[in-house]
């Protein structure tokens, strides 16, 4: 079975250093200096206690799936998720490079990257 | 200042076409207006308030108000995607508390079964960026939910099938219905998997339509014929991902609901007739939790063995058949879900589903996707 291309990234300013990372093969995720919590989505000002301190660390990339669901109405299934970071906050992306119908919550996963259609390549996760 | 008691609903009407090529999406706006104001017993020229969402073509409530030619002092376009007109009659009633208006108009209308518009990445969205890569459509956002909910609480599959098999039973009695066909638990478990654990019958239909409301003041809904239902009190909350800290086992009615109830007085075991958003049979099951109906992780076991189903189960819910079978025109559930708890209330059900002594109801809203960010509504109404 074909697996789904992914499309290009859409990015901003704001996100950039996330994307720029990802073509290095790198995952970021961000560190709040107010509150000393990690959170995801990255953005600039911290979504838990509205600290403008906030700067990028490389996330480990190990996680376990929150919960999953395969899309398959569509010629190439894939699965949705959420990750649950090892840093603490849940990611939502794909699984890939599995079997959709052995997916279970709580499976061990860890970042691998995906070629886009076009720029720099999509972080997804792969069971371990 | 509360709203409870200051606004009425004397005007619901759900336009009869579930499939409609040769409407435009303004005309079905328009022709629902009509119908409710017509239902109502009022005109145009006694519009003065317009409330839409993102439905309604156009900027905001502009375009609309000119098409329809409405000359109007207050305006609302608040887009919480299904759960809008749900949260616009609270909105109706506070303007209208405020002495800013006396008769808003409330329509939805769309053609997604035969116009669809494809869902389109916002670029601007500001998740956009870290999120539109992995194709969350609607089905997987939900099946995302259904999953965890299974794994948290032991829910089945035939648990949430039956929330199917009611909204079948009622929708058989609805001429009007998409779908008019009795199921069991076994033809919707045996119904193809679209996203797992979903399969095609825990999904709601795809429908062309509209509805329209009218909400008064006090003094305009006692010169009119119809029967008074009275807006008791209402709630509103969005629910995202937390930063992180995301949990999908729960939906905004978790605190929508405990607002509404508050205001209005009443408590879920006082409710005769409930309204539940159901674009999936999971978000009625969350819902009915989330809101009170029974004990976090049991909705499973409430929902079972036909406790939906009017004149069976001890909350008759979704008695026109719901989105499940009935209409979802737009894919936007919010207007027809007050519009049943207004017949029901007025007495004016399909007698096979219509709940004896209905004098309190309420209808809740889930609106975006459960399994990202979501808009949560609760009104409580009463008939008078």
Redesign the interface.
Known sequence: MAE?Q??A????P??QP??DAAAKGKLLIKFCNGCKK??????SI???CASSDTEWKEASGKGEI????????VPEP?A???VT?AE???????IVDCDFDKLA?GQKVHVVFKP?KEGPP?P?FAPD | MSIKGKAYIMGAYEHPTRKAPDKSVPQIHAEAAMGALKDAGLTKDDVDAYFCAGDAPGLGPLSMVDYMGLKVKHVDSTDVGGSSYILHVAHAAEAIAAGKCSVALITLAGKPLTAPVPRA?I??A????????????V???Y??????HM?EYGTTSEQLAWIKVAASHHAQYNEHAFLRNVVTVEEVVNS???????HRLDCCVITDGGGALVVTSPEVAKSLKRPLVRVMGAGESPKG??????D?TYSGARWSGPIAFAEAGVKPSDIKYASIYDSFTITVLMQIEDLGFCEKGKGGKFVSDGNLISGVGKLPFNTDGGGLCNNHPANRGGITKVIEAVRQLRGEAHPKVQVKNCDIALAHGTGGSLG?RHGSATLIMERA
Request: hydrophobic letters at 40%; glycine letters at 6%; aromatic letters at 14%.
């Open positions: 789904r992914f499309p990234a859409v990015i901003n704001e996100s996330y994307w990690h959170f995801f989505y990255p953005r911290c979504p838990l929150y919960t999953h669901s395969t899309m398959r109405r894939y949705l998720a959420y970071l603490g906050p849940k990611m939502l992306t794909n919550i886009a999509i997804a | 990445v670029p601007l500001p998740d956009a960026t870290y999120e539109s890569p992995y194709g969350i459509v089905a997987n956002s099946g995302m939910c259904a999953m965890r794994h193809p998997i679209i996203s797992n654990p979903l991902q937390a930063g992180g800290d995301t999908l990202v």
